[in-house]
């Protein structure tokens, strides 16, 4: 990946003139703002501390991606799964559908990736250097060595017990159930973005309270 040598071309001046590190990080939205995530999901009230103190600490830029579920499944409240919640005997006709959903998401995220990848292709062809984008383990969309498979997820929220939905249930029978190895589909359409443009920049994942290397590579 090609770079110039510092922040601006000599030639603008700029480089020199204030006190820029010239290293940027890209993170998940709900990693700096926890109030997108799914119901039963928020480990923080706004950003995740873990996830953003060693970047402020080192001088390294933050760069918040969109998030895609916000964008596509409904807004910040994701209606279309609190609807799925409310009608869990619904969910058979989800999975019977499943593999238009996916391609229908394929879709939108492709063009949420495109974005994102216009945005890190803008910093290196400005002299900067983008050090890695973070996801989040587990996540359908943002998952880089982890994800959720929606399908057994649709099955685990087709059974649930009836009453309210609680914390504990999303995280044991739900997402716990269903996360396994692997991409999530926003992440895959950004890999293809990133590598049509010959942008190599490093894939992190957020888990709890560390950060952790791709196991495919470390790279986009």
Known sequence: MARSSCPFPSSSGVGSLDRRGGRVLFLSHCLLNQNTRYPGGAVAAGAVPDAVRGPMDEGVGI???????QRVWGGVRKRYLLWALDHPRATGLGIVLMPLIRRYLRVRYRLLARQVAK?????????????????????????VASTLD????????????????????????VVGAATGPG?????????????????????????????RLDPHGGSA
């Not at 760069?63 to 579920?69: A, D, I, K, T």
């Not at 991409?183 to 950060?211: C, I, M, N, P, Y």
């Open 119 to 143: 945005e890190v292709e803008d910093y290196v062809r400005s002299g900067f250097e983008p050090q890695a984008l973070v996801g989040v383990a587990g996540s359908p969309s943002c998952g």
């Open 183 to 211: 991409r999530g589909l926003f992440v895959e359409e950004l890999v293809r973005e990133l590598w049509r443009r010959d942008l190599d920049v490093a894939l992190w994942e957020h888990e709890l309270s560390q950060l």
């Open 63 to 69: 760069v918040q991606m969109p998030c895609p579920e």
């Open 150 to 173: 929606l399908t057994k997820a649709a099955c685990a929220v087709g059974v649930r017990p009836p009453g309210p939905v609680t914390a504990g249930w999303m995280r044991d029978e």
